[in-house]
């Protein structure tokens, strides 16, 4: 497990060149992965513009600033993802701003398609379920904690309505967007508190 770790922080990209990447993806009109459709190409697209505005209107709450301010050893948030995820595109601008709290702690993103040992190690439910973000204590290389692929609320919404409707349709992902939209990455942000307490 550590040296498959080691292994993908060491081609794992900052946000900063991650967001960088998929900006020059949407020039070449192609999206991450295997899966080079025209729909998840759009997502990507949608995603470019959705963390440009997430990362100038996402603030945390001072008490969350000061709880992240309180992680006094180094780790490292290995993030699995692809240009395409509706959910990643709200997860990451709510965990860099955490990261910018505190240099201790080191956001990496790592494209899920490229690394599937890692990603089966932590498997939602059976299923490849993105974004993970895999905790990491630095010093040990242990991993202390992981979350994903989203918010319990949001969590329990997609529970509640496969539930009724079978499945989760096209319906249901546009009224996802709207619920985080209003949302404002407030349920995103609780969660990841609750994360730190893995970290002390």
Not at 3 to 12: P, R, T, V
Not at 54 to 65: G, N, R, W, Y
Not at 81 to 104: I, Q
Request: with cysteine.
């Amino acid at each position: 497990m550590n040296d498959l770790i080691e292994k993908s922080i060491k081609k794992a990209k900052s946000y900063i060149e991650y967001k960088s990447m998929v900006l020059d993806l949407i020039k070449e009109g192609r999206p991450t992965g295997a899966n080079q459709s025209e729909d998840l190409f759009n997502f990507t697209k949608l995603n470019g513009k959705r963390m440009k505005r997430l990362d100038k209107q996402t603030k945390l709450a001072e008490s969350s600033k000061e709880k992240v301010q309180e992680i006094n050893k180094d780790f490292t948030w290995l993030v699995l993802t692809e240009s395409w995820c509706g959910d990643a595109a709200h997860v990451l601008p709510v965990l860099n701003k955490f990261s910018e709290e505190n240099s201790n702690i080191d956001l990496k993103v790592v494209l899920r398609d490229d690394n599937e040992d890692l990603m089966n190690k932590f498997l939602t439910n059976g299923a490849m379920s993105i974004p993970k973000v895999i905790v990491i204590e630095n010093n040990t290389s242990k991993v202390v904690g992981s979350w994903g692929p989203r918010s319990k609320v949001a969590t329990k919404m997609v529970i509640d309505y496969k539930q009724k409707h079978g499945k989760i349709d096209a319906t249901f992902k546009k009224d996802l967007q709207i619920w985080y939209n209003g949302d404002k990455g407030v349920q995103i942000e609780n969660d990841i508190v609750e994360l730190l307490k893995e970290m002390k």
